[in-house]
């Protein structure tokens, strides 16, 4: 079946620095992404829709200069975690849509800032 | 706007056995999909069974069953046979129409333990 992956799997910086989440869609292209925020034993929270070739279009309260998210290809949309602070640390988990309108999900990205 | 309401933050089930998980929504979508995903500790998100709004039939996969309840905005899972593999979180999503279908709203999920 299709395979979104996310890399890396497990980061951890430093407070102040920023850190970047690819996700890929290795065997299909995928004009839609998303990214969901997970806190420990909570649900998934949408943070915006990627869209290839657009601007995101981020839901309300997620600041789009704090999480940067770029979809240059078909394949791989980017989540920059910009001057990353602990209260950042998280599982970031994304998902990308298929021609037929299928969805798939990453394996997510815990982020741990110090 | 659109709310997922899980009630039972934990459940147990004894394998073989069956099990139901509920889930009430709300939303002002005229038409929707409704979804039940798993998340074993592996965190990966697995489509378990995907309804839409439109069609009156439950729908069914294989073990797993939902009742579509659209009057009262409910949406329940049931597992039958359960199996060890199916410990995991589970989690209730709506999504909208069209654009945003895939704009998913969770509930806040319900571990489920299977015990041997």
């Known amino acids: 079946g299709a395979v979104v992956s996310q890399h890396p799997s497990w980061v951890i910086c430093k407070s102040g620095t920023s850190v970047k989440i690819e996700c890929r869609s290795l065997d299909f292209q995928a004009t839609t992404m998303f990214w969901y925020r997970q806190f420990p034993k909570q649900s998934l929270m949408l943070m915006a829709t990627s869209n290839e070739g657009s601007k995101a279009t981020y839901e309300q309260g997620v600041e789009k200069d704090k999480f940067l998210i770029n979809h240059a290809s078909l394949t791989l949309s980017t989540l920059t975690v910009t001057s990353a602070h602990p209260e950042d640390s998280s599982f970031y988990i994304c998902?990308?849509?298929?021609?037929?309108?299928?969805?798939?999900f990453g394996e997510g990205s815990r982020l741990t800032v110090l | 706007a659109q709310t997922v309401t899980q009630s039972q933050p934990e459940m147990s089930v004894q394998e073989a056995e069956t099990v139901t998980l509920s889930c009430t929504y709300d939303t002002s979508e005229s038409n929707y999909y409704l979804f039940w995903y798993k998340q074993p500790p592996s965190r990966q998100m697995i489509l378990v069974i995907r309804?839409?709004?439109?069609?009156?039939q439950n729908a069914t996969e294989n073990r797993f069953s939902v009742n579509f309840q659209k009057a009262a905005k409910s949406f329940s899972l049931k597992i039958s046979d359960s199996q060890l593999g199916d410990t995991a979180m589970y989690f209730c999503?709506?999504?909208?129409?069209?654009?945003?279908?895939?704009?998913?709203?969770f509930g806040k999920g319900t571990k489920l333990s299977v015990i041997p």
């Open positions: 999503a709506s999504g909208g129409s069209g654009a945003g279908s895939y704009q998913l709203t």
């Open positions: 998902s990308a849509l298929d021609i037929t309108g299928e969805l798939f």
């Open positions: 309804q839409e709004a439109y069609k009156q």
